[in-house]
């Protein structure tokens, strides 16, 4: 399937405190995943759905994630003289990927303020978000089925995942009516981050978003809100109470997906995904059973 008329933006400026003193000079999207800077599966999630033009939102140490795109050309004539044609493709690899924009995010005032960098780079058309700390599985594929969702209703689409009780206080939460449609709501509200005993339910945004381009309008005028951040969710929630417009929908996402932003989850991510690989996993799967036997 093809979308070359979709622009992905992937926010990477935030602080990603919860990592420090990892962050403190590199952004959380480039920590490893395994082998690859998790920002790598995502902008590589965007090209299997076809998009070619990824904006990436940079903050203060902006440097790394724009070499990683870019091409080294004495690391590759190193390998080429060596012959090392496997590592040399994994090298030319993420600088073909995709047409790689940067803009910066001046001061971390939320990721609403971040998408809001994007609207020159995005002109009048529906685009994409994809947050650059959060990975889903390839074997899962999430944006196809939103943009299907997209074409259909003409509205911004959100992904959603039902979260444990106890974990509502972590996201965006949503209030919903079912379409008759597997999978896909409406979105009749959002509320950002609320407290387990006030979340109208446990179906949570995750971060992929396509959204229209009316949005940048809204997040023009939203006033910092929770944690004093210019939130995307309030903005949505303007849009979902729009009765005049298409409205939010939402697709319920059953996959598997990685939050690299949160310690425990980013360290599950990695034994997830290389325990699954021929070249890891067999001797991995070992010592796991090992390590599990003396705990
Ligand atoms: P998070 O809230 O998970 O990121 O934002 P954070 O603030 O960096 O994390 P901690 O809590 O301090 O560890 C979700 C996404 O939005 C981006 C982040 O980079 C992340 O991908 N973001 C957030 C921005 O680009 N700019 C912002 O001002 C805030």
Known sequence: MSHPTYKAVIPAAGLGTRFLPAT????KEMLPVVDKPAIQYVVEEAVDAGIRDVLIIVGRNKASIGNHFDSVPELESALSTKGDHTKLGKVA????LADIHLTRQGEPKGLGHAVLRAKRHVGDNAF???LGDDLID???PLLP?????????GASVIALMEVAPENVHLYGIATVTETGDDDVVKVDGLVEKPRAEDAPSRLAIIGRYVLTPDVFEVLERTTPGKGGEIQLTDALQELAADAD????????????????????????AIVQLAVDREDLGPDLRTWIKELASGL
């Open 145 to 153: 089925a939103m943009l299907a969702v997209h074409e259909r209703t």
């Open 128 to 130: 994409v978000v994809m």
């Open 24 to 27: 403190k000079a590199m952004p």
């Open 245 to 268: 417009g298409p409205g939010v929908y939402g697709l319920i996402f059953r996959g598997r997906r990685y939050d690299t932003g949160d310690r425990v989850d980013y360290i599950k």
């Open 138 to 140: 390839e074997r899962d």
């Open 93 to 96: 690899h993420s600088s073909q």
